[in-house]
């Protein structure tokens, strides 16, 4: 079996959201883009833990549970919550 391959942003993406990483370090980002930044991030972190989530999948189905292995938590922002 072969390991499942990574998702990532796409280019463009990418490329925005490290600008507005940058402009956010400098303290020059406007609201909107704020709220773009929040956004991209967002997204980039759902695609990590979907990506985590296969690669333990595929580590389960393929290795199983190594001997001394330990348990790992990993926090991620929920999603807001509708009031």
Known sequence: MTP???EKLPADRQLRLD???EKNSEGVITPQERSELEALV???EKL???NARRLA???RQTVGTPTG???V???V???HAES
């Open 19 to 21: 600008a507005l990483l």
């Open 4 to 6: 499942p391959v990574s």
């Open 57 to 59: 999948e595929f580590a």
């Open 73 to 75: 938590t990993v926090w």
């Open 48 to 50: 990590m833990v979907a």
């Open 77 to 79: 922002k929920p999603e």
């Open 42 to 44: 967002d997204e980039s």
């Open 69 to 71: 292995a330990v348990p």
